[in-house]
């Protein structure tokens, strides 16, 4: 990323971050696909896991 770019970026985030009457978020929240993805390959990985130590 170009330095100019990456310092523009970053002090946009620090005046959102610093501003105590802007309730704005920084970066959009996961969306619930990646979070259910998430928690099933964690359980599936548990279960793969629990399966080969016994």
């Known amino acids: 990323m170009p330095t100019d770019a990456f310092d523009t ?3 946009r985030r620090l005046k959102l971050l ?3 009457e802007d309730n704005g978020m920084i970066l959009p929240d996961l969306p ?3 979070i259910v993805l998430c ?8 279960l793969l896991l629990l399966w080969w130590c016994l």
Do not use: K, Q, W
């Open 9 to 11: 970026e970053l002090e």
């Open 18 to 20: 610093e501003s105590p």
């Open 32 to 34: 619930l696909r990646d």
């Open 39 to 46: 928690a099933v390959g964690l359980a599936a990985g548990t």
